[in-house]
């Protein structure tokens, strides 16, 4: 985690965990929440159950976590969730919790993230499984032999959780990558983290199951030219193939650091993605063919009803540096800067829709059955 305010790197805890639900129950471009960092602050046995409580007392999205791995948390994970959604129908009509559990690259499944997958498809909460494969190390060296890897974990999980439970809601996830030849350690960034985007959604569009995909999480360790470069090429990547969900805003060297900066920063690149994919729409209005006659040659187009009619739906940047050079001399800040203090406003001045205070106390009673027995 680096912390916000100095920028020093130290242990994740619940508060942590908060104020990351704050900015991105705040921010657009951020569809639901995906549990950052751990509250390690808590109890192993309730961390989980600490951490979707926190989020949904600072949000009303939608909570997908990949912390729930013991059946204790999950029975009460479905308890807390049903009394959230208001019932059983209801909870599986819009489910307000999903369950993501990691594959054990390679070729095996966690006992533990399995039992509590059982537990919560039968409740008709959405389960997804995500395989990490690596070449070279939990996967073959080549892309094609670590795909089939992580594919037949995925594959053999979510076969197991329609034997049991038919008909469960179930989501393909992938965060495939390289290790690295120096140092053998998960990367988080290059060509073929890229191709493994674009190439698990191909084969979960096969089987007709939504894909969760590791996008963003960038290998670098602060937000810099690297991370940029990382988190823009993985997410266009995801994004021409159609991948259903994107996660890994805001994590640094291989989703080991969490940054604020970094989160608002991904949102900037998944915004200007999002407008690249919604391509030129060309229609009679568009074209503008009667507002540049009236213009005509050497004119310009700033007094026109249709510019001012069109203009504010071109793309603004938050955090891209457009000034001048002479303003920027002066200055000297950016994009990292501009975003730190973004966060921390956020943080300190917007208030989510609060939980209702009875609910908000049968939630906590259910975390704490958890830690009494």
Same mark, same amino acid.
């Given at each position: 985690?680096?912390?916000?305010?100095?920028?020093?790197?130290?242990?994740?805890?619940?508060?942590?965990?908060?104020?990351?639900?704050?900015?991105?129950?705040?921010?657009?471009?951020?569809?639901?929440?995906?549990?950052?960092?751990?509250?390690?602050?808590?109890?192993?046995?309730?961390?989980?159950?600490?951490?979707?409580?926190?989020?949904?007392?600072?949000?009303?999205?939608?909570?997908?976590?990949?912390?729930?791995?013991?059946?204790?948390?999950?029975?009460?994970?479905?308890?807390?969730?049903?009394?959230?959604?208001?019932?059983?129908?209801?909870?599986?009509?819009?489910?307000?919790?999903?369950?993501?559990?990691?594959?054990?690259?390679?070729?095996?499944?966690?006992?533990?993230?399995?039992?509590?997958?059982?537990?919560?498809?039968?409740?008709?909460?959405?389960?997804?499984?995500?395989?990490?494969?690596?070449?070279?190390?939990?996967?073959?060296?080549?892309?094609?032999?670590?795909?089939?890897?992580?594919?037949?974990?995925?594959?053999?999980?979510?076969?197991?959780?329609?034997?049991?439970?038919?008909?469960?809601?179930?989501?393909?996830?992938?965060?495939?990558?390289?290790?690295?030849?120096?140092?053998?350690?998960?990367?988080?960034?290059?060509?073929?983290?890229?191709?493994?985007?674009?190439?698990?959604?191909?084969?979960?569009?096969?089987?007709?199951?939504?894909?969760?995909?590791?996008?963003?999480?960038?290998?670098?360790?602060?937000?810099?030219?690297?991370?940029?470069?990382?988190?823009?090429?993985?997410?266009?990547?995801?994004?021409?193939?159609?991948?259903?969900?994107?996660?890994?805003?805001?994590?640094?060297?291989?989703?080991?650091?969490?940054?604020?900066?970094?989160?608002?920063?991904?949102?900037?690149?998944?915004?200007?993605? =999002?407008?690249?994919?919604? !391509?030129?729409?060309?229609?009679?209005?568009?074209? @503008?063919? %009667?507002? /540049?006659? $009236?213009?005509? #040659?050497?004119?310009?187009?700033?007094?026109?009803?249709?510019?001012?009619?069109?203009?504010?739906?071109?793309?603004?940047?938050?955090?891209?540096?457009?000034?001048?050079?002479?303003?920027? =001399?002066?200055?000297?800040? !950016?994009?990292?800067?501009?975003?730190?203090?973004? @966060?921390? %406003?956020? /943080?300190? $001045?917007?208030? #989510?829709?609060?939980?209702?205070?009875?609910?908000?106390?049968?939630?906590?009673?259910?975390?704490?059955?958890?830690?009494?027995?």
């Amino acid at each position: 985690m680096i912390y916000l305010n100095s920028g020093s790197r130290r242990r994740s805890c619940l508060q942590d965990v908060v104020d990351i639900a704050r900015v991105a129950d705040f921010t657009s471009e951020i569809g639901f929440h995906w549990v950052a960092v751990s509250a390690q602050d808590y109890p192993a046995e309730s961390r989980g159950l600490h951490e979707i409580l926190a989020i949904w007392e600072n949000s009303t999205k939608h909570i997908q976590t990949e912390s729930i791995y013991s059946t204790r948390e999950a029975h009460a994970a479905v308890e807390m969730a049903l009394a959230i959604a208001g019932g059983k129908e209801w909870l599986r009509q819009r489910p307000v919790l999903s369950i993501m559990q990691c594959t054990t690259s390679s070729l095996a499944q966690d006992r533990g993230s399995l039992d509590s997958a059982l537990i919560v498809a039968e409740a008709g909460i959405p389960v997804g499984f995500m395989t990490m494969a690596s070449c070279i190390t939990t996967g073959p060296a080549t892309l094609a032999g670590t795909l089939a890897v992580g594919n037949a974990e995925v594959l053999s999980a979510i076969a197991l959780i329609q034997l049991a439970h038919p008909g469960t809601p179930v989501f393909y996830a992938a965060a495939q990558t390289s290790s690295d030849l120096r140092t053998g350690s998960y990367t988080g960034g290059g060509p073929e983290d890229f191709l493994f985007g674009a190439a698990s959604n191909l084969l979960a569009d096969h089987y007709n199951i939504p894909l969760s995909m590791g996008s963003f999480a960038t290998g670098a360790k602060q937000p810099d030219w690297q991370a940029g470069i990382d988190n823009s090429l993985s997410t266009f990547m995801a994004s021409i193939v159609m991948s259903d969900m994107l996660l890994g805003a805001g994590l640094l060297h291989g989703s080991r650091i969490w940054s604020f900066e970094q989160m608002l920063l991904d949102c900037e690149i998944f915004d200007l993605v =999002e407008k690249m994919m919604r !391509g030129i729409t060309v229609n009679k209005e568009t074209l @503008a063919f %009667e507002t /540049i006659q $009236s213009v005509g #040659p050497g004119g310009n187009f700033l007094g026109q009803k249709h510019t001012s009619k069109h203009m504010r739906k071109r793309w603004v940047p938050n955090f891209m540096d457009r000034r001048t050079y002479e303003t920027w =001399e002066v200055e000297k800040d !950016g994009a990292r800067d501009w975003a730190r203090a973004k @966060a921390q %406003e956020i /943080i300190s $001045s917007h208030e #989510p829709e609060p939980l209702d205070p009875k609910l908000a106390q049968e939630l906590h009673q259910i975390v704490a059955s958890v830690e009494n027995n």
